[in-house]
């Protein structure tokens, strides 16, 4: 896409980017009704995954917009790179006694919840980004926005 074509249709863009913000809110409660309950014992989630699924669904949206996804690809490896270290120690079982194998369990069980919640969000992110572009696309060709 060329800057010219970008000015031309701002408006569609804008609706495009108003529809992939707005069905961002739908994301929490999609997760929580496709992934395992979190163990009990176990601290809710923490209030920053909603803020970065909207950093992340911004970042994907302009990314497709301008047409320059390699960096969608990019976002991804260094997102599983970052959590990777966590994944591990969260689920490490090992050699234990039984009390600590149970406490271990729920450790499991909940790195299962976190790993759930991460792939779903993030199909999800760039699902809802795609299906704005879509719109600014189809409004851009055919409703002259």
Not at 101 to 123: A, D, K, N, P
């Amino acid at each position: 896409m060329n800057l010219e074509n970008l000015f031309d249709h701002a408006g569609a863009y804008a609706i495009g980017f108003l529809v992939t913000f707005l069905a961002g809110f739908t994301v929490p409660c999609i997760l929580d009704r496709s992934t395992e309950k979190s163990p009990e014992g176990v601290p809710p989630e923490a209030i920053g995954g909603f803020t970065l699924g909207i950093l992340e669904r911004t970042a994907v949206y302009f990314t497709l917009m301008v047409g320059a996804p390699q960096f969608i690809g990019i976002w991804l490896v260094f997102k599983v790179a970052s959590k990777w270290k966590a994944w591990e120690i969260i689920t490490k079982i090992g050699t234990k006694t039984d009390a600590q194998i149970l406490t271990l369990e729920v450790r499991r069980l909940w790195g299962s919840h976190l790993y759930q919640r991460f792939v779903q969000g993030t199909l999800l992110n760039i699902l809802y980004a795609g299906l704005g572009i879509l719109i600014a696309q189809i409004l851009a060709r055919y409703c002259c926005l």
